[in-house]
């Protein structure tokens, strides 16, 4: 990719530095890395490696080739041999993703950054990065097993294969013997030996790790421990294979708070001696107010005042409790949403911090590590330190049991006395870490480009040419990722730094994390929602008034706007999801939302507004159209009608929707009529007093099952199971015309979709006699926007009122099938994904929710009319429909389920109509 909206996307990573590449590569295999190294070599170009991009030091961002080998890399197998497990793995995989599939083997991953969420496997490995438990004791350094490579001159070596190190041993002999004289050199140097295990005893990521010439004997044990950690500057690691830790069934956790952050430190380090703690993460007095309006404990202590959030882990209940006498503190719990809440707070802490920073300020984090006897002192020293400098709203948190601290700080770049300030701050820490307390520069986030010009002095001159000895022997033409671990700028820090101008509220408090990706569904196909707003500030600081005479930025901007129109903001689903991954909650799509708004033209929006206003009409329309569809689809079959819609989607530039073999046909009006005058024929008894407003979304009062499907629609299922459950029903008046507004919401459209909105809450307030009764609406999605929008009654989504008052009430067979479950992004955002499970599993034997399988992207209409981002989002759904012999699928969104049925090989409907199936009234013989 070359064009500079690519180039610019994914330059970016979750650091406070910029590099634009010149060209942006995804080599899907061995042999395409193959050949970017063979190009780099001849055209003498160098090579940046990125993953997730969620590095804080600058690792990822490079201004030669950038090779991005995220989601086309994410093959594992775990393997069982005798006592241990390992996985072996590519790259591309995410650390949580590496959990979920060993948990079932009661194995996990022990290193556990705190974007373990989000981070890949390549640079946790690359960066050595650690986080709250794994210390130095199960970091990837000590869990490493072996590693397939590929060397800067095109070589493979895999040092799990004999043959490939005998093939190794005779191509670079010299190679080897290098190493080989390294390990002789370095043992026979008892004070450098002495001064390397030192260095090592505390966290240590600063500079090439030199530990395996000390360690290991056999040459290929010593070059798969020295890519831990060379942060991309050595060799690409295709495979690495790693030991797993054994996973504790039973935890607890305690916040503790404390007076001053000098008796915190103290009690750290008595609580370190007990040898029973897993973690210990400190907050000073400004982390705290952070976090301290999602915890009450946190407000109002003094302004010294600190925290410590500990736990431990158990084999059984028994070691549990011995551990916490042995502790010997209070306020341990093992409530899994309270546990879980303090741990999401101390993973999304830097980002929260970021979100607070002056707009147009840089957030920096840095993190150091001390000798855990000097904690008490080196913390002191550095909050004094900080606020000298003039950082006086500097955050201090981190790994405490390790004498590992973040420091966060806002900085300006944009005059020469903020970039002395913060490199006198930077010259100051050198000194304190370094020459004070003999400490690590960099604890766990790579050396990265703000420490390279301080590796040499961290380490000695001797050490530092060992590791200048090793980076000439992998990569003697400086190739890869050159600036990053060496640099001969002793400036270098200072140079590069990221921009981060204001845009929109919406979006203004993002410091690109990359935490959001992971629910992204266009992430690795289009722009992701963290390269949305990347560009979109690109765009608003080439058109700020300081460049409003220059025309190249004008021209630039113009540029990126037409660049972004289809990879940007066609092909975002808008789903929302990517606020559920970050940690202040920015919604990307609302802010697409708002682009797609300014751009629309006032044809479009005359043209939305009177679709709003004639709304039955338009639905006529469409069941007409279906109507036809579905005759030509009968005349024509599966094959000659998926070929002739694909070429009218294709042929009309995407214009016209794109018909498959799943889509649906329409509703009847009989079958309308039926549902409204059901209660006629099945009249309840005299007595009873529950009734329910059912609202039919306008979508589902249109498209009915497949075409080719026999059955009732999903209204008629609905209207049948609330029978049976007693309850009367009564439905809004004029609901033909009646919509949420989420259709008009998506395009753009907020005034005709507020309207909508407005439209439909009177109608429902009347019926439900002003909120006397509950509301039920069919579709998740429309649900969702309701309660944004409507706050005075009670409203439900499907799953979710028959898990609350109709599954009791109904005499229920499970249906002797395995069926798969799709948890739409509404339900997840409202909540209630739970109630669909306990639904499903209370009605079929087997129930499988699709790992994996996050939004499903058909959004509303974007299945027709952008229909490769449903297929890319559901990539990975039909293998394991398959592999667990699904026989059907249901979810709670009518058009979602269009897209799956098309991609899984299987039908999916409504959850109603599972239930209405498998159920009947409680009284029914």
């Not at 022990?110 to 709250?132: E, F, Q, R, W, Y």
């Not at 005349?635 to 799943?662: C, F």
């Not at 058009?895 to 991609?903: D, N, P, Q, R, V």
Request: glycine share 8%; proline share 4%; net charge neutral.
């Amino acid at each position: 990719m070359k064009r500079y909206i690519d180039r610019l996307a994914w330059g970016t990573d979750a650091s406070f530095y910029r590099l634009i590449p010149q060209e942006v590569l995804m080599p899907a295999d061995e042999k395409e890395v193959i050949e970017v190294f063979q190009r780099a070599n001849k055209e003498n170009k160098h090579i940046t490696f990125r993953a997730a991009g969620t590095s804080l030091s600058g690792q990822t961002t490079g201004d030669g080739l950038l090779m991005v080998c995220g989601k086309k890399w994410e093959d594992i197998e775990v393997v069982n041999d005798g006592d241990d497990v390992y996985i072996d793995a590519q790259p591309g995989i995410i650390g949580q993703r590496i959990n979920e599939i060993l948990q079932p083997y009661g194995r996990y991953f022990t290193p556990d950054p705190a974007s373990i969420k989000s981070a890949m496997l390549g640079g946790i490995v690359g960066n050595n990065a650690s986080g709250m438990c794994c210390g130095v004791h199960a970091n990837s350094h000590r869990m490493l097993k072996s590693v397939r490579i590929i060397l800067a001159d095109g070589t493979v070596l895999d040092t799990a294969d004999e043959r490939s190190k005998s093939d190794f041993r005779l191509s670079h002999s010299t190679f080897i013997r290098k190493i080989e004289d390294l390990k002789y050199q370095i043992r026979k140097n008892k004070p450098l030996c002495d001064w390397i295990q030192k260095k090592y005893a505390i966290k240590n990521v600063t500079g090439l790790n030199i530990l395996p010439f000390i360690e290991f004997n056999d040459p290929f044990d010593i070059i798969a421990h020295l890519l831990v950690g060379s942060e991309g500057t050595l060799a690409f690691m295709t495979r690495v294979r790693m030991k797993t830790g054994v996973l504790m069934s039973h935890s607890a956790s305690a916040l503790l708070l404390f007076p001053t952050t000098k008796e915190a430190c103290e009690a750290i380090i008595t609580m370190r001696k007990t040898e029973v703690l897993s973690a210990a993460e400190f907050f000073d007095r400004k982390a705290m107010r952070v976090v301290e309006k999602d915890f009450p404990e946190l407000q109002n202590q003094p302004e010294d005042a600190a925290a410590v959030l500990i736990r431990i882990d158990g084999v059984d209940e028994q070691e549990l409790e011995a551990k916490k006498k042995k502790i010997g503190v209070k306020g341990f719990t093992s409530d899994p949403d309270l546990v879980h809440k303090y741990w999401a707070m101390r993973s999304g802490i830097f980002p929260a911090v970021g979100a607070t920073r002056p707009i147009g300020t840089t957030c920096l984090i840095e993190d150091v590590a001390f000798p855990i006897e000097n904690l008490t002192e080196a913390t002191l020293d550095l909050q004094e330190l900080l606020q000298e400098n003039g950082y006086g709203d500097a955050v201090i948190y981190g790994h405490a049991l390790e004498g590992n601290y973040h420091f966060i700080l806002n900085q300006r770049f944009d005059t020469p006395e903020a970039i002395k300030q913060y490199d006198g701050m930077i010259q100051a820490v050198v000194d304190l870490v370094v020459d004070e307390y003999h400490g690590s520069l960099k604890a766990e986030h790579g050396t990265g480009r703000n420490m390279a010009p301080f590796v040499e002095r961290e380490w000695g001159k001797e050490a530092y040419e060992v590791m200048k000895a090793v980076k000439t022997l992998f990569d003697p033409n400086n190739m890869l990722n050159p600036g990053v671990i060496f640099t001969e700028d002793e400036n270098s820090h200072l140079k590069h730094i990221k921009p981060l101008p204001k845009v929109h509220p919406l979006i203004d408090r993002c410091i690109e994390c990359g935490f959001c990706e992971v629910n992204c569904v266009s992430c690795g196909f289009a722009f992701s929602s963290r390269q949305r707003i990347v560009i979109q500030r690109e765009i608003a600081s080439l058109r700020s008034p300081e460049r409003s005479a220059d025309n190249e930025a004008k021209l630039l901007a113009q540029q990126l706007e037409t660049d972004f129109r289809y990879m940007g903001k066609d092909l975002c689903a808008g789903d929302g999801l990517c606020s559920m991954s970050c940690p202040v909650k920015i919604n990307t799509g609302e802010y697409i939302h708002l682009v797609r708004e300014r751009e629309l033209s006032e044809r479009g929006k005359r043209l939305g507004q009177w679709a709003g206003d004639h709304f039955a009409t338009v639905g006529k329309a469409l069941k007409g159209i279906m109507n036809v569809a579905s005759a030509a689809h009968g005349l024509l079959g599966d094959k000659v009608m998926s070929v002739a819609g694909k070429a009218l989607h294709v042929g009309s530039g995407r214009k016209i929707p794109l018909w498959t073999p799943a889509m649906p046909r329409a509703v009847k009006s009989a079958e309308i009529q039926e549902a409204l005058d059901y209660e006629i024929k099945h009249p309840l008894p005299a007595l009873h007093q529950k009734k329910v407003v059912y609202f039919p979304s306008c979508l589902n009062q249109r498209l009915g099952v497949q075409d080719k499907t026999k059955g009732k629609s999903l209204i008629n299922d609905m209207v049948e199971l609330l029978n049976k459950a007693n309850f009367e029903i009564v439905f809004p008046a004029n609901m033909e015309q009646l919509c949420c507004g989420t259709i008009w919401e998506s395009k753009g459209m907020p005034d005709e979709a507020d309207k909508k909105s407005q439209e439909l809450e009177q109608a429902l307030w009347i019926a439900s006699e002003e909120g006397k009764w509950p509301v039920l609406c069919d579709q998740s999605p429309c649900l969702h926007r309701m309660r944004k929008m409507i706050k005075k009654m009670r409203l439900y989504e499907p799953a979710e009122f028959i898990d609350k008052f109709v599954l009791d009430e109904l005499k229920i067979t499970p249906l002797d099938a395995s069926v798969a479950v799709h948890i739409t992004c509404s339900t997840r955002e409202m909540g209630v994904e739970k109630s669909l499970l306990r639904v499903a599993q209370k009605c079929a034997r087997e129930v499988l929710v699709p790992e994996e399988i996050g939004c499903c992207a058909f959004a509303g209409d974007k299945g027709f009319t952008h229909p490769q981002l449903n297929e890319w989002a559901l990539r990975k759904l039909s293998k394991q429909i398959r592999e667990h012999h699904v026989s059907v699928g249901y979810s709670n969104s009518r058009t979602c389920e269009i897209g799956l049925t098309y991609h899984s090989g299987v039908q999916y409907f409504g959850i109603a109509k599972l239930v209405n199936q498998v159920s009947k009234a409680r009284n029914e013989k």
